[in-house]
């Protein structure tokens, strides 16, 4: 399956026009990573690091960066370096590897200038923005700390593979493990903080939060403020990862793997049908969670493009149903890995 997985994935990097960026060459093995061909994505990779040392989204590496092109060349938000769409901590990974198994300087420097341009961004809150620098004029959903796609996620667990010197990242100093460790430190400390409590009941996260408040925020038309299952499921794992959890990440834990419990669907599963996607009941169906709960009421709700609030997935449009996952099964494991993690830390 991982193989189909992989094959699947490689040709649709081999469309034309399709983006090839560091989450692609993430997959590659070290012997294609080593390969003429490797070396040359690579060559064009380190192109389209930005002048302060991220990576925006929707590149092709196969190609290299024209500079001619200016800041569009880049790709996404016309070069705007981001974490999202797994932009930037992949890079830093691809490249990590490639000097792990080269020993390129070009790679090292140019993974440890993306590790500082994160380390920089990170907010004094802890947690980190969608993509920076902020662009004159912009005054969008870009700035708020970002859990959607696993945005913030996946920066933390890089920080935490780099504090602990985790493979290929052997090779750091104690003294990029320890700013790593503490920048994963104060970004812990940000989820903690930005967990949502509604009338005194700690529930789990949205898919942005407020630079400033940490409140609740809406990013896209169809992204209002919620409790959002699939970026909360993430956090959960990752605070479940901590190998020493003081009793805040354990009442978090605890509190979110509650709310989970009583938000699963049951009886329910999504299928597809006639182009469109359709809830259906089902008896045997593994445990569904609606994408985004209302923040008083708790109860699913779906959006389109203009920005109200439906009950049904059939009450929006076909274009939303099945551009955007409204349902999965991301608690699932939330609810499988918490009975191990108690067993691990015990109960209080």
Not at 40 to 48: F, G, H, R, T, V
Not at 105 to 122: D, K, V
Not at 328 to 343: A, F, I, N
Request: glycine share 8%; hydrophobic share 40%; proline share 5%.
């Amino acid at each position: 399956m991982p193989q189909i997985i992989l094959l699947c994935l490689l040709m649709i990097a081999a469309l034309p026009g399709a983006d090839r960026t560091g989450v692609l060459l993430l997959k590659e093995s070290d012997t294609w990573l080593k390969s003429p061909e490797g070396i040359a994505q690579l060559a064009n990779l380190l192109s389209y690091q930005t002048s302060v040392g991220g990576w925006c989204k929707a590149y092709d590496a196969r190609t290299p960066r024209d500079v001619s092109a200016g800041a569009k060349s880049y790709g996404g938000w016309n070069g705007t370096p981001t974490i999202d769409n797994g932009a930037t901590h992949s890079e830093i990974r691809v490249l990590a590897r490639a000097f792990a198994l080269s020993g390129t300087e070009s790679y090292q420097q140019a993974c440890l200038r993306g590790l500082t341009f994160l380390l920089e961004r990170q907010y004094d809150n802890g947690g980190w923005p969608q993509r920076s620098p902020k662009d004159p004029g912009d005054h969008d959903y870009g700035t708020h700390i970002t859990f959607n796609d696993n945005a913030m996620t996946e920066v933390l667990a890089l920080m935490r593979e780099v504090a602990e010197a985790r493979a290929p990242f052997t090779w750091v100093t104690e003294a990029q493990r320890k700013s790593a460790s503490n920048a994963f430190g104060r970004g812990v400390d940000c989820l903690l903080r930005s967990q949502i409590t509604v009338a005194g009941t700690v529930s789990a996260w949205c898919q942005q939060h407020d630079a400033m408040t940490l409140a609740p925020v809406a990013a896209r038309a169809y992204e209002l403020p919620c409790v959002a299952s699939s970026e909360s499921a993430r956090i959960v794992l990752l605070l479940m990862q901590i190998e020493k959890p003081d009793e805040r990440v354990r009442h978090a834990v605890d509190a979110a793997h509650a709310w989970f419990v009583r938000s699963r669907i049951d009886g329910k599963k999504i299928v597809e049908q006639d182009n469109d996607r359709v809830l259906i009941d089902a008896t045997d169906a593994p445990p569904l969670w609606a994408r985004c709960y209302d923040l008083d009421t708790n109860q699913p709700f779906f959006c389109d493009r203009d920005g109200v609030k439906r009950a049904a997935l059939s009450e929006i449009s076909r274009e939303r149903r099945t551009g955007y996952a409204w349902y999965g099964t991301w608690g699932e494991k939330v609810l499988k890995d918490y009975e191990r993690w108690q067993h691990r830390v015990g109960t209080p």
